[in-house]
């Protein structure tokens, strides 16, 4: 009698469900979808969070098969998982679109998502991934502020996988109330952001590989000033939200093949990075102020142009803020992620290596003090490790600037050189552009003057292929086996390209 009481239960709950009227199953029992993650050749990760603790099962089969599933697998939900459920599905073919869902009872359904599975890594394949970060789930009036309806397109598109670059919630809203800062704040953004249809259908139709940025705990966190609490209450909220692998000492850095082609890496830039040159006094200007330079590395012919517009472009950059910025002590990656990421580049047998960064490492000198920009000695370190160990073919993949940035990665773009390297900065989702951020901050009369900065040829300008500042934005990623090639089109919430053209590039030998 007690092996059968669960079944009990699941089924008077769901008898009761339907004699609500106007009240779904789907919607009461699996209130935030389904997705699937962090595929390999013959596993992946299969997610979803329950209105009740009752126990599931959950199916997998080839999608458009019938008969019996290729894995079946029951659990019951944990009471401090928030009713979160991850089941690592095994024992799946490579290469190949699996169809999923989740079961209460003997009646209750989630909605069927689908995956595809990695080919095996030494398989020629080609791969289509979407990817964008910085989505704002907040609700105002029992409503999203933001429809996410860049998320409809992308689904429809079905890419092989969706690259979730960081800025999965915003727990600091300035549309919200108040800010998150414990466990249940957290994990009740994450349930506010599921809520919105078009995310919902992006992760039922496609496998997701997500990271985190800052705003999943504070804008701008660091490892040094952010309150441990608080940051040991965001992490476990990410881990439980998503279909990610939860590796020991909760680390968040890991990479994927995609048979002979690709190798992704996906990089944690908050875990273990210092603290900010834009939090200490360093970068004041003028030094009495409580204001960071806004551009502290732009050369000063290029400072003064700005100065009509930006009169503190017409004071000396303070030389404690220029120490600050190039202090070989202040790392970005943490030792154990910079040895992993370069020791994995050099290693790596595929012929595309994709590193997935949540802040550009491209040169821009606005405010640069969260990016790799304002780490700049370890971005050196790590281009110029890259270029004497002659790894090829690496292509940066990032977020967070709410833009579209295109542009070559320079070792210093006024009188470097180039490493060789593209990256692709695209974004937001659903959130601020960078234009209205940048007329929010400074005016917007500042905005047409740094747009025509960033694509005017250098070096009165960076010469960028492409600069795209105030529109919703994602890009597709299609990597051709035969060609040897990849073409990157930034695109816009309709699906439109936004670049006159896109990135193509032809595998070097």
């Not at 105030?470 to 035969?482: G, H, I, L, M």
Request: charged content about 20%; aromatic content about 8%.
């Amino acid at each position: 009698m007690r092996r059968a009481l669960p079944g009990i239960v699941v089924l008077a709950v769901v008898s009761a469900i339907a004699a609500v009227p106007g009240i779904s199953q789907v919607a009461l029992l699996f209130p935030s979808g389904v997705a699937a993650g962090d595929v390999t050749p013959t596993t992946a990760v299969l997610w979803t969070r329950l209105g009740r603790l009752l126990p599931v099962a959950v199916d997998v089969w080839p999608d458009g098969a019938a008969g019996t599933p290729t894995f079946t697998a029951e659990v019951t939900p944990l009471p401090d998982r928030g009713g979160t459920v991850k089941v690592v599905a095994t024992g799946l073919r490579p290469g190949t679109r699996y169809a999923y869902r989740f079961r209460a009872g003997a009646g209750a359904y989630s909605a069927v998502g689908t995956l595809v599975t990695a080919p095996p890594d030494g398989a020629g394949a080609d791969l289509r991934l979407a990817f964008s970060g910085d989505a704002d789930g907040t609700h105002t009036g029992g409503a999203p502020v933001h429809a996410f309806d860049l998320l409809q397109t992308v689904a429809a598109d079905r890419p092989d996988l969706f690259l979730f670059v960081g800025d999965t919630i915003y727990s600091d809203s300035s549309h919200a109330p108040q800010r998150a800062a414990t466990l249940e704040e957290y994990r009740a953004k994450y349930r506010e952001s599921q809520s919105i249809p078009a995310l919902q259908a992006l992760m039922r139709a496609t496998t997701m590989v997500v990271t985190w940025d800052d705003h999943e705990v504070e804008n701008d966190y660091d490892s040094e000033t952010v309150a441990p609490a608080k940051l040991a209450a965001g992490r476990r909220a990410f881990f439980e939200a998503w279909p990610v692998t939860e590796q020991p000492l909760h680390r968040l850095y890991r990479s994927f093949r995609w048979g002979r082609e690709v190798e992704l890496f996906i990089l944690d830039l908050r875990s273990s990075r210092s603290r900010q040159v834009s939090k200490t006094p360093a970068c004041a200007n003028p030094p009495a102020s409580r204001s960071s330079d806004l551009a502290p590395t732009l050369p000063a012919p290029l400072r003064l142009a700005f100065a009509p517009l930006l009169p503190q472009m017409a004071l000396p950059v303070p030389p404690e803020c220029l120490a600050a910025l190039a202090d070989p002590n202040r790392t970005l990656l943490g030792p154990e992620q910079k040895t992993w990421l370069l020791q994995g580049l050099q290693r790596s047998q595929a012929t595309w290596k994709f590193i997935v960064s949540q802040v550009p490492i491209q040169e821009f000198f606005a405010s640069p003090y969260d990016r790799w920009e304002g780490y700049a000695a370890e971005r050196a370190e790590v281009l110029n490790a890259i270029r004497a160990g002659n790894i090829k073919n690496i292509v940066w993949l990032s977020a967070d600037t709410h833009a579209v940035l295109v542009n070559d990665i320079w070792l210093g773009t006024f009188g470097g050189e180039r490493t060789g390297m593209k990256e692709v900065v695209v974004g937001p989702m659903a959130t601020n552009t960078f234009a209205a951020e940048i007329a929010q901050v400074v005016g917007p009369a500042v905005v047409p003057a740094f747009a025509a900065f960033l694509q005017t040829p250098l070096p009165q300008g960076l010469g960028l292929s492409c600069a795209v500042l105030d529109r919703f934005t994602y890009a597709t990623v299609e990597v051709s086996s035969a060609a040897r090639m990849v073409i990157i089109t930034p695109r816009d919430a309709a699906g439109r390209p936004v670049c006159r053209t896109p990135l193509v590039l032809v595998a070097a030998s």
